[in-house]
C-alpha cells in the first residue's frame, strides 16, 4: 500500500477490483464503512457478486483476465472527457515527455519485439533527452509523440462496444464506473483502489496494476489521503517477507540481487545506482550503495573493509538470464534439477499453480525438509492421492514450529505498519520459533563446514551470528541489526554517536564502513529511543488517522508515501481539508527562506518547487523521490511486456481472437514445457472460464485453519460456484458433488448454484465462469476436498512470473456423467 | 424497564461470522459436523452449541443481485413468552436480568417441555443444549455485568454489532434509518418496541430470514398466556 488501512476513511470513492476485501481483508472494511458514512461510493468489479459487492453502491461484473480492457476503457474515458486533473499531470506525471520516433505498438506488439526469444529489446521505448540528458518535455501536452499523446492514441482503441464485448460487461455499466471514479480527478476529492490477486495472478498482473496507476496518476490520486495504489496482501506479514528479500531477486530492502555478470561491488553500484541529469529530481536510489555497503557490515562484520569490497564477492549470485521463482523451482525440480528442498511455513503441494505438476516434483526429490504447524499435503505428498509411497524415495523430515502468537517479533502489514508482538504463550510440545530452527540449524551447518570442511567456506565462516541470548533466538538482537549500528564515533551536525549506538534513521547511513543495516528501510525502527515498533500511542494530531505514534511505519515512519504530490508545487495541500503535509517556511517577499514541513513525514526535507509568488526554486524537489526522473510514470519502460498495458487474453481463455489486436496472449508470458504443462484455449472439452479465490474462514491452503473446528465448521468443504444458467445446462442440482476437471486435473467439489454468477456475453456468445476457493487439501478435513489448483496453470507474469491462478478453462459435470 | 439493547446494522454486515466465531469461543461452544449444502452458510441453523448464526439469503432486487445477511439470535423480549412458557412448568428456569433486561435460561430449564418452549419464541430461537438444558444467546451476562460488551459487538469490524443503553440504541436505530429511508423506501426497524435485540433492514425483513421479523406479535402471544391460554391450546 502506498497508503494504508485506516486511510481509506478518506477516501471518496473506493473501488475494490482484484480483491474481495469484505470477504478476505474483513477488518478493513472498518474503514471502508466509515468512508461510506461520509458519503463515499463503494465500487465493486468483480466476476461474482461478493460480499463485498453487497455493500457496493455500483456493483458489475467483468470476465476473469479481462481488467485491462475494462481499465483501458477508463483511461479513455478520462481523457476524452478531460476529467484528468491538469495540473497534477503536467507538474507530476512524465505525461509531457517526448518519445523518440523508433517507439511504435502495432498488431498487438511494442516495438522491439524478437519473436525467436520472446521478449522485448526496450531500447526503442526512450526518450528524447536535450543536450544536458533531460527528456524533452511538452508542457501543453500536445506534441503527437508525448507521453500523453501516445497514451491517447493507445487507448483510441479500447472503445465501450469493443470493452464490453471482451470484459462481458454491459455498456451502461461500464459508463457508471467510468463516471463514478473518474469524479475524483479534482483536487478536492480522492479515489483509491484495493485489489489483490485478483489482479496479480494472471500473466498481465503487473500490467493490470499498471493500468490502475496511470488512472491514478492521471486523476491526482497519488500521495493524497484518501489516495493511492493498495495492494491487499494475501498474508498477514508478506509485505514483512518482501521487505526483509524473501524472493529470489531482491536483498533486504529492495536492493536487486546482483547475476554472475556484476562480479565486484563497483560494477553493482554501476549497474544499480540510477543517475539523473534534472537537478529537481531528489533520485533517492542514489543511494543505493550506502545501503548496500550497510547490509553486507551487517552480513560479516569486522571481516568486511573497504579493500574486500565488504565482502561483496560472497553474496551468492544469480546465473544470468536464469530466474528462481517459485514457478522454476517447481519446474526445475520436475526436472530432476534439485534434488533437495526446505518447505517453510508454506504448502506448496496445494498453493501454486498446477498441484499436479508440484505433488510429482517433490517425489522427484531425494530429501525434503517441511517447517510447519500442522500435518500438510506437502508434508504427506507421498501417500497422497495417486501416490504410490513404495516407490517414492524422497525422505521427509517433518520440524513443528510455533504460531504466531507463540513468539515475539515484528509483523508488517499491508500499510507498511511495522508492529511488534509480544508472546502469548509458549509453543506447543517440542514446536519451537523459526528464528530458534534457523539458529540451530546455521550452528550446525556451520561446525560441518569447520569439520569436515566444505566447498567455498568463508561466508559461512565468517557470517555475523550473534543473534541469540541463552542459546535461544533473541528477536531484539536481530531487530536492531536490522535497523544498524555506527560502528565507529560519528559526528552528525552538533550529535556525536559512538561506536555501538544504533543508527537513528538512513540518512545516516554510510558507504564507508561506518555504519551497518540489515535493511535499510528499516532503519529507524528500533534505535536510542527504543523499539518504536512497540509503541501504542494512538493520538492522531494529524486528524487523518496517521497515527504517527502507533507502532512504526517504513520509510522514516511516513504514513502515506509520495506524499509531495499532495501538495501543489508552492506546497499547499490540493485539498486544505484533508492535508497530508503542507509546506510553512517562512515567506518573505514571495520566496520561501526557511524550510518547514508539517503534517505527515515529508517524502524528503527539500523545498517545494515553486515560492509562494509562482517563481521556480532551483532547490525545489519533484514528488516522486524514488524514481530516477522524479515524476509518476505514465509511460512505463522499465517492464518486460510493454510501456503500456494492453490487453491481453490469458493463456487458458475461451476465445480465439483478441478483439484489440493480433496477439492473443502476452507475447512474453512465462511459460514451462514439460509434459505437465498441458493447455486448452476453446476447447470444447473445457468450455468454461474458472477462476479461484478465498472465503474469510480460511487463509492461505488451510494449513492452520482447516485444524480450527470453529472455522471448519463454518466452512467445511470446496465448493465450485455456478450461475443458475450453468446448472441448468449440466442439470446440476444445489448442493450436489459434481467434477471440476482442467487439462491439468480435476476434483470433487459441491456445487453451490447462485444468482451472484451470471454468464456473460463475450463476443457476442454466452460464457460461463465458475469459481472455487482454494483452501482445501486431502490431507484434513476427510471430506473436506482438494486444492482448487489441481485445475490452474504453471503459467506466470514475465515481470514477478506470478501463476496465472485467476483465470483458466474447466469443465463441470455431474458425477459419473 | 430501561436495561440493554443490541443494534444490529445489516447494512454494515459483511459476514465476516467474526460475531459468530466470537460467541463459539467466549461460551466455549462446540461444534456439530458441517457439510457444505449448496451456501455459506452454516451450522445450517441454531443448534445446542451455536448461539449466533449469521444467516446468508440471495435475493434478486430490480433484476440485479442482492445478498442478504442476518446475524440471528435471540432477541431478548422486554417480555419473553418463552420465560412465560417456562415458569408455566419450572419455577428458577429462567431470569430475566433487572439491570440488563438480558433473559438467560438456567438449569433447571431442562424439566421444561422443551418443544413447547421453542414453539412459545416468536423468532425460533431457543435449543437443546448438552444434558437437556434449555440454551441460547444470554446477552453474554457474564461480559456484560462486568462492564465488557458482548462478545460479538466487540469483535464486529464494521458497526453492525452496536449495544448499550436501550436509548441509546433506539436513538442509534432511528438516525441511521432516518438515513438510509430516502436510498431505501423499505427501510425499517423489526419489533423494535418489544424486543431488546433492534435489527435495521432495507428490505422485506422475511427475505432476510422467515424468521426476522415475529409472525405473532410477541406481546399479543404474552396476553394470550397471562390469559391462561397456553399455546398448545390454540395452535
Redesign the interface.
Known amino acids: 500500500m502506498t497508503n494504508h488501512w485506516n486511510d481509506l476513511a478518506n477516501s471518496d470513492c473506493i473501488l475494490a477490483m482484484g480483491a474481495n476485501p469484505a470477504s478476505n481483508h474483513p477488518i478493513s472494511f472498518k474503514w471502508v464503512m466509515k468512508a461510506k458514512d461520509n458519503g463515499a461510493t463503494l465500487i465493486s468489479v468483480d466476476p461474482r457478486f461478493t460480499q463485498t459487492s453487497s455493500k457496493a453502491d455500483i456493483y458489475t461484473s467483468l470476465r476473469s483476465g479481462t481488467d485491462i480492457a475494462f481499465l483501458g476503457g477508463m483511461i479513455k474515458y478520462i481523457i476524452e472527457n478531460e476529467k484528468y486533473f491538469k495540473d497534477y499531470v503536467v507538474n507530476y506525471t512524465n505525461a509531457a515527455y517526448i518519445l523518440g520516433d523508433k517507439y511504435d505498438f502495432k498488431d498487438g506488439l511494442f516495438s522491439g519485439f524478437d519473436a525467436e526469444k520472446r521478449a522485448y529489446d526496450s531500447s526503442s521505448w526512450a526518450y528524447v533527452l536535450d543536450e544536458k540528458g533531460i527528456p524533452n518535455k511538452d508542457l501543453t501536452l500536445q506534441d503527437p509523440k508525448c507521453v500523453f499523446q501516445l497514451l491517447k492514441k493507445h487507448y483510441s482503441r479500447y472503445d465501450m462496444d469493443t470493452v464490453s464485448k471482451v470484459t462481458g460487461t454491459p455498456k451502461d455499466q461500464l459508463l457508471k464506473v467510468y463516471e463514478a471514479y473518474a469524479a475524483t480527478g479534482v483536487p478536492d476529492k480522492a479515489g483509491t483502489i484495493m485489489y489483490a490477486m485478483g489482479w496479480t495472478q494472471h500473466t498481465v498482473g503487473v500490467q493490470n496494476i499498471r493500468a490502475m496507476c496511470i488512472i491514478q496518476l492521471l486523476l491526482g490520486n497519488m500521495g493524497v489521503a484518501g489516495g493511492g495504489v493498495n495492494a491487499l496482501r494475501g498474508e498477514s506479514n508478506v509485505q514483512g517477507s518482501t521487505d526483509a528479500g524473501l524472493l529470489f531477486h531482491i536483498y533486504p530492502g529492495y536492493l536487486p540481487v546482483p547475476s554472475a555478470s556484476v562480479p565486484t561491488l563497483a560494477d553493482y553500484n554501476k549497474k544499480f545506482t540510477p543517475v539523473t541529469k534534472d537537478p529537481r529530481s531528489a533520485n533517492w536510489w542514489q543511494n543505493r550503495p550506502k545501503y548496500m555497503v550497510s547490509f553486507l557490515k551487517t552480513m560479516y562484520g569486522d571481516v568486511a573493509k573497504p579493500e574486500n569490497e565488504f565482502c561483496y564477492a560472497w553474496l551468492p549470485k544469480l546465473q544470468d538470464g536464469k530466474s528462481y521463482s517459485w514457478l522454476d523451482l517447481f519446474d526445475a525440480m520436475y526436472r530432476k534439477e534439485i534434488s533437495g528442498f526446505f518447505s517453510w511455513g508454506q504448502n506448496p503441494a496445494c498453493s501454486g499453480g498446477n498441484s499436479n505438476k508440484t505433488r510429482q516434483a517433490l517425489a522427484n526429490l531425494d530429501w525434503m525438509v517441511v517447517v510447519n504447524l500442522f500435518d500438510n499435503e506437502t508434508a504427506s505428498f507421498w501417500k497422497g492421492p495417486g501416490m504410490n509411497p513404495k516407490k517414492i524415495k524422497t525422505e521427509v523430515f517433518f520440524l513443528p514450529c510455533a504460531a504466531s502468537m507463540e513468539k515475539e517479533g515484528s509483523i508488517s502489514n499491508s500499510g507498511r505498519w511495522v508492529q511488534w508482538r509480544y508472546k502469548a504463550q509458549n509453543p506447543a510440545g517440542k514446536s519451537k520459533p523459526d528464528g530458534d530452527i534457523i539458529v540451530e540449524l546455521f550452528n550446525e551447518i556451520r561446525a560441518l563446514y569447520k569439520k569436515p570442511g566444505g566447498a567455498f567456506p568463508d561466508p559461512i565462516l565468517n557470517l555475523k551470528w550473534d543473534y541469540a541470548t541463552n542459546h535461544a533466538f533473541d528477536p531484539h538482537k536481530v531487530a536492531k541489526a536490522v535497523n544498524g549500528y555506527f560502528l565507529k564515533d560519528t559526528t552528525v551536525g552538533d550529535k556525536t554517536y559512538k561506536a555501538g549506538d544504533l543508527v537513528p534513521a538512513f540518512a545516516m547511513l554510510k558507504d564507508d564502513g561506518s555504519t551497518s543495516s540489515g535493511n535499510w528501510i528499516y532503519c529507524q525502527s528500533y534505535n536510542n529511543e527504543g523499539n518504536n515498533m512497540a509503541r501504542r500511542d494512538n493520538s492522531d494530531p494529524s486528524g487523518i488517522g496517521l497515527y504517527p505514534k502507533w507502532a512504526w511505519c517504513w520509510p522514516v515512519n511516513r504514513r502515506i508515501i509520495y506524499n509531495r504530490a499532495s501538495v501543489d508545487p508552492t506546497g499547499k495541500p490540493w485539498n486544505p481539508k484533508k492535508p497530508v503535509v503542507e509546506f510553512v517556511g517562512e515567506v518573505k517577499d514571495g520566496k520561501y527562506v526557511s524550510q518547514k514541513w508539517k503534517g505527515d513525514v515529508p517524502d524528503g526535507p527539500w523545498y517545494p518547487l515553486k515560492n509562494p509568488d509562482g517563481t521556480a526554486r532551483e532547490d525545489g524537489k519533484l514528488p516522486f523521490i524514488m524514481k530516477p526522473d522524479g515524476y509518476g510514470s505514465i509511460f512505463g519502460p522499465g517492464l518486460k511486456d510493454g510501456p503500456f498495458p494492453e490487453h491481453y487474453e490469458p493463456l487458458e481463455c475461451p476465445v480465439e481472437k483478441n478483439l484489440f489486436g493480433a496477439q492473443l496472449i502476452n507475447p512474453v508470458a512465462v511459460t514451462y514445457k514439460t509434459d505437465k504443462d498441458v493447455r486448452m484455449t476453446c476447447d470444447p472439452r473445457f468450455p468454461f472460464v474458472g477462476t479461484s479465490y478465498r472465503v474469510t474462514e480460511h487463509w492461505q491452503t488451510g494449513v492452520l485453519t482447516r485444524w480450527l473446528p470453529w472455522l471448519i465448521e463454518a466452512q467445511p468443504q470446496v465448493f465450485v460456484e455456478m450461475s443458475e444458467e450453468l446448472a441448468k445446462l449440466r442439470g446440476i442440482q444445489n448442493g450436489e458433488k459434481v467434477i471440476v476437471e482442467s487439462p491439468r486435473g480435476s476434483l470433487e467439489a459441491v456445487a453451490l448454484v447462485t444468482k451472484r454468477f451470471k454468464p456473460f456475453k463475450i463476443h457476442d456468445q454466452e460464457i460461463h465462469e465458475v469459481g472455487l476457493p482454494y483452501h482445501y487439501g486431502w490431507v484434513w478435513p476427510a471430506e473436506g476436498g482438494d486444492s482448487a489448483n489441481l485445475l490452474t496453470a504453471s503459467v506466470g507474469d514475465p515481470n514477478t512470473r506470478i501463476p496465472e491462478s485467476k483465470a483458466f478453462m474447466v469443465n463441470v459435470r455431474k458425477k459419473g456423467v | 424497564m430501561a436495561g440493554k439493547s443490541f443494534f444490529i446494522d445489516t ?2 454486515c ?5 460475531c ?2 466470537a460467541c ?2 467466549w461460551n466455549q461452544n ?11 452458510q ?2 445450517p441453523d441454531l443448534d445446542g452449541s451455536t448461539f449466533k448464526l449469521v444467516r446468508y439469503s ?3 432486487v430490480d433484476g ?6 442476518f446475524p440471528d439470535q435471540c432477541r431478548h423480549c422486554l417480555e419473553p413468552p418463552c420465560k412465560d412458557t417456562i415458569e408455566g412448568y419450572v419455577q428458577g428456569g429462567v431470569v430475566q436480568d433487572e439491570a440488563t433486561g438480558a433473559v438467560v435460561y438456567l438449569e433447571k430449564s431442562k424439566e421444561a417441555p422443551f418443544d413447547e418452549v421453542r414453539s412459545s419464541c416468536p423468532y425460533d430461537i431457543p435449543r437443546k443444549g448438552k444434558n437437556g438444558q434449555i440454551v441460547k444467546c444470554t446477552m453474554c451476562i457474564d461480559r456484560v455485568s462486568n462492564g465488557l460488551l458482548p462478545a460479538c459487538v466487540k469483535i464486529c ?3 453492525a454489532m452496536n449495544f448499550g443503553d436501550r436509548e441509546a440504541m433506539l436513538k442509534l436505530a432511528q438516525e441511521r434509518l432516518e438515513k438510509l429511508k430516502g436510498k431505501y423506501p423499505k427501510a425499517q426497524l423489526i419489533d423494535a418496541d418489544q424486543i431488546r435485540v433492534i435489527y435495521l433492514v432495507v428490505d422485506e425483513p422475511r427475505k432476510y430470514h422467515k424468521n426476522a421479523i415475529a409472525s405473532v406479535n410477541p406481546g399479543f402471544i404474552r396476553k394470550l398466556l397471562a390469559g391462561g391460554l397456553r399455546k398448545r391450546d390454540w395452535v
Not at chain 2, 459483511?14 to 467474526?18: E, Q
Not at chain 2, 440485479?64 to 445477511?69: C, G, H, Q, S, V
Request: proline content about 11%.
Open positions: 447494512t454494515k459483511t459476514a465476516c461470522r467474526g459468530q466465531m463459539k469461543n462446540a461444534t456439530v459436523p458441517t457439510k457444505n449444502q449448496g451456501s455459506y452454516n451450522p440471495e435475493q434478486e440485479k443481485p442482492a445478498w442478504y445477511f469490524p464494521t458497526g
